[in-house]
């Protein structure tokens, strides 16, 4: 089973960027899709985007739409999350996750099996 550790998170001022690195580990990366979740304080996890195993498909949660970019390096088993224009409610810890095989419904979390332990991103207004 793959291992997950996110990094990059911090804090940063509204209207900043952060990059978020997920590196896997015990496993080959190329054969899962991957996706990033999100969870703010006293709320539930929430999808944030996902990318095919090749990386020619993402796909985004419309809060994110146009000012985040997934993408991946499966040669250096990595997932990356450059986020850009950050807002408040940005604020949240997000995670990877690697998603099943026979999982269709890329934004259900149930369709995700391994999950990294997280990073915390904080956007100051």
């Known amino acids: 089973q793959v291992q997950l550790v996110e990094s990059g998170g911090g804090l940063v001022q509204a209207g900043g960027s952060l990059r978020l690195s997920c590196a896997a580990s015990?496993?080959?990366?190329?054969?899962?899709?991957m996706a990033w979740f999100r969870q703010a304080p006293g709320k539930e996890r929430q999808y944030v985007a996902s990318i095919n195993r090749s990386g020619n498909s993402a796909y985004y949660a419309d809060s994110v739409k146009n000012r985040f970019t997934i993408s991946r390096n499966n040669a250096a088993n990595t997932v990356y999350l450059q986020m850009n224009s950050l807002k408040p409610e940005d604020t949240g810890v997000y995670y990877c996750?690697?998603?099943?095989?026979?999982?269709?419904?890329?934004?259900?979390?149930?369709?995700?099996?391994?999950w990294g332990q997280g990073t915390q991103v904080t956007v100051s207004s």
């Open positions: 996750a690697a998603r099943r095989p026979s999982a269709v419904i890329i934004e259900a979390q149930d369709s995700y099996n391994n």
């Open positions: 015990g496993g080959t990366l190329s054969t899962y899709g």
